[in-house]
């Protein structure tokens, strides 16, 4: 793995440029320098031992999503008139999504939809549409009522749109949101309450029906998070694993987001944001109709976007069809289940959360983040959590492979002996989302600010002369 500080992480094979090339480079040569760096960034997770991050892992599907998107990727989709395409293709991704998360069940709206280019993007447009609702109001500084679990993009977007933010512990037992305390935390200024199905910590599923119901009472809308888990659950059996009801079926909830490309398995850069009424979602419409440019108008913050991502995702969405989904989704159930069971087995570790496709684990023995170390030693890559200190790894097509529950279950009692014989000694790698693999900061769980800038900086920066 290269190092996080490194602004120039193939400098020893490739050379790093610092101006515009005068003379372009051959296409194959060009392909072949991509090639070596795609082939080797692709081993990472092959094996099946990532967490999360490449959500359906078979390389004919990407082969065949990469020709749906170069039919379509020079194509704008802000410009209808030249591809009515993009009509068709974002009006049906809507459509299905609608249909997955049953918004046939609303009697009470309207239901409509954006196709956004990712999870944060499509908490964003929700966020934004309640700001606007709570602004018509009168309402002066809306505010976005979320458990502590909940993503930071909810956060994000009340720094960006000037809203209030009210954090809500969870029961550290469940990890879930109380409803009562969100009843308690709803005041005039509440634009919107968030409950997510499921968090990215724990994969576990808030009390959604409980939750939209005080909000409901209270006159304040529910978006749910289902950017990670909603095309998981969208397709298992809520009553047979114990799913509590989380979609358009439950009164109260008004906008969901779900990410075709996490387990939708679509490409990077695309999702959506579905709402229980076109009103809602029709005040992240944005116009300038007295521009010299000509009038204009955009359905949401994006400008220009690519028709490509658009007719890849309805491509991933209609090939698997409901009984690949289905399939898919039954196989990630059962071997997040087999992968618990193997924690359930190491009596130093104990499990967070109640999750059917995300396994969470911390210790009250030893440092979990020596079992990380020990793990990233035998090629594994989770994800970092804090508060308490934790693991996670979220099931995907990869970890379906034969042999990867066995090799989980071995290695992970290993690391657990590794971590039992390092106490006392500082852990390499610490609670990073994304699950970066550590080793820039010593003290485990410690958040070193000038560190991430120094991340970001290095991913950012630019080669000088
Ligand atoms: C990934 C994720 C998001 C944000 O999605 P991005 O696609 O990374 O912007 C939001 N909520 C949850 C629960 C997620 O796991």
């Not at 082939?39 to 099946?48: C, N």
């Not at 993009?86 to 009470?108: K, N, Y």
């Not at 502590?148 to 009340?158: M, R, V």
């Not at 910590?201 to 939209?212: E, F, L, Q, T």
């Amino acid at each position: 793995m290269s190092d996080l500080f490194d602004s120039y992480p193939y400098r020893d094979r490739f050379p790093v440029l610092r101006s515009l090339p005068t003379d372009g480079r051959p296409h194959d040569q060009v392909l072949a320098e991509l090639e070596a760096m795609a082939h080797e960034e692709d081993a990472a997770w092959a094996s099946g031992q990532c967490s999360g991050t490449i959500y359906h892992g078979d390389p004919e599907h990407y082969a065949f999503l990469g020709e749906a998107f170069t039919r379509f990727s020079h194509a704008n989709a802000l410009q209808r008139d030249m591809c009515p395409s993009a009509t068709r293709f974002e009006g049906e991704i809507l459509a299905m999504a609608l249909d997955i998360f049953h918004a046939d069940a609303v009697t009470d709206g309207k239901p409509a939809g954006l196709v956004t280019s990712g999870g944060t993007d499509s908490i964003l447009h929700a966020m934004l549409c309640y700001r606007e609702q709570a602004s018509a109001r009168g309402i002066a500084r809306p505010t976005i009522v979320k458990p502590e679990t909940a993503h930071p993009a909810f956060a994000k977007a009340a720094h960006l749109f000037g809203m209030g933010l009210r954090v809500l512990p969870v029961d550290p037992a469940t990890t879930l949101v109380d409803p009562a305390a969100v009843a308690a935390a709803i005041d005039e200024d509440t634009a919107v309450v968030v409950a997510s199905a499921g968090n990215y910590p724990y994969g576990s599923i808030d009390p959604i029906p409980a939750v939209a119901a005080v909000a409901a009472e209270r006159g304040v809308g529910v978006h749910v998070d289902g950017c990670l888990g909603g095309f998981v659950l969208g397709f298992l059996d809520g009553a047979a694993h114990g799913i509590p009801p989380f979609d358009f079926r439950v009164p109260g909830v008004t906008s969901l987001s779900a990410d075709t490309h996490k387990y939708g398995y679509g490409l990077k850069g695309t999702s959506t944001v579905l709402f229980r009424d076109i009103a809602l979602r029709n005040r992240a419409y944005f116009f300038v109709p007295d521009w010299s440019g000509g009038k204009y108008f955009s359905p949401g913050m994006a400008g220009s976007r690519s028709v490509g991502l658009l007719a890849a995702t309805w491509a991933a969405m209609v090939t698997l069809g409901r009984q690949g989904y289905a399939a898919r989704a039954s196989a990630i159930h059962e071997t997040a289940t087999a992968m618990q069971e193997a924690v359930r087995g190491i009596p130093a570790l104990r499990l967070l959360g109640n999750s059917p496709f995300v396994v969470a684990f911390t210790s009250d023995d030893v440092d979990i983040y020596h079992v990380n170390d020990a793990m990233r030693g035998r090629g594994w890559r989770f994800n970092g959590l804090q508060y308490p200190n934790a693991l996670h790894l979220a099931v995907t097509g990869p970890q379906l492979q034969h042999g990867v529950v066995a090799r989980f279950a071995t290695d992970l009692a290993s690391a657990v002996e590794y971590a039992a014989a390092h106490r006392g000694k500082p852990a390499v790698s610490s609670a990073l989302y994304g699950g970066v693999p550590g080793g820039f900061t010593p003290a485990a769980g410690i958040f070193i600010t000038s560190a991430m800038t120094q991340m970001m900086d290095a991913q950012q920066s630019v080669p000088t002369p």
